[in-house]
């Protein structure tokens, strides 16, 4: 049972425009969200997290935003660049700060066309 | 800044054999993390370790152990490799003591079953 979900496989944006990642969760004990990127043959790279005491986190061009009712997370990057183009995770996890776990997404490839 | 170092980087064995995963975590991280990660799909957690103690365990077989050393180093060993081990592993570590608790990953391990 997938209790992260991102519904996306794919996303193609252009360059200086708006890319959007959704990430929908099913376990209502996840109290801590992250964002991954992933360059092909590299580990993941974090980029940005989000505490379920907040609905918002914002980080130069990536913003994080989190539905607690709706079980929802966006990852919001604008404007979009090239270099931008890699899979990106959606994580869960109980705890921040902890050393739990995290649950992953099956990521979302995001192209962005010059 | 130092990273998560993993090695080897690839690996070529057979079935039967036995292969040995090494990471080294950033310094002064106390946590490790193991996740293996099939084609096209989710990093999957195998197994943690917090101050050279098991924290957590998720669907790691039986063929497979690990541990985490006096200089935190940790080494995930797999005996009677199968074809389905095939996988990336990727370590990723982290430091309790943080209040953000995001985890680092390796550059990852690539295992080749034959």
């Known amino acids: ?114 | 800044a130092a990273g998560v170092i993993q090695s080897p980087r690839h690996l070529i064995k057979e079935k039967r054999e036995t292969a040995t995963l090494k990471c080294y975590p950033i310094p002064r991280h106390d946590t490790v993390y193991w996740y293996q990660q099939g084609p096209g799909q989710d990093p999957q957690f195998l197994i943690s370790f917090y101050e050279k103690m098991q924290s957590d365990k998720g669907s790691i077989p039986d063929r497979f152990s690990a541990q985490q050393f006096s200089d935190y180093h940790s080494e995930l060993n797999m005996s009677s490799l199968e074809l389905g081990d095939s996988a990336l592993y990727f370590c990723a570590s982290s430091s309790i003591g943080t209040a953000s608790g995001e985890q680092y990953f390796g550059p990852g391990t690539r295992l080749t079953v034959t």
């Open chain 1, 1 to 114: 049972d997938q209790q992260v979900k991102q519904n996306s496989p794919s996303l193609s944006v252009q360059e200086g425009r708006i890319s959007i990642l959704n990430c929908d969760y099913t376990n209502s004990m996840f109290d801590y969200f992250l964002w991954y990127k992933k360059y092909p043959a590299e580990g993941p790279t974090f980029l940005i997290s989000i505490s379920s005491i907040k609905d918002k986190n914002e980080d130069g061009r990536f913003t994080v935003f989190l539905n607690k009712s709706a079980k929802h997370l966006s990852l919001h990057i604008v404007p979009s660049q090239p270099g931008d183009s890699a899979v990106y995770f959606c994580a869960a996890s109980p705890t921040q700060g902890g050393s739990e776990k995290l649950v992953f997404g099956k990521g979302t490839k995001l192209t962005v066309n010059p």
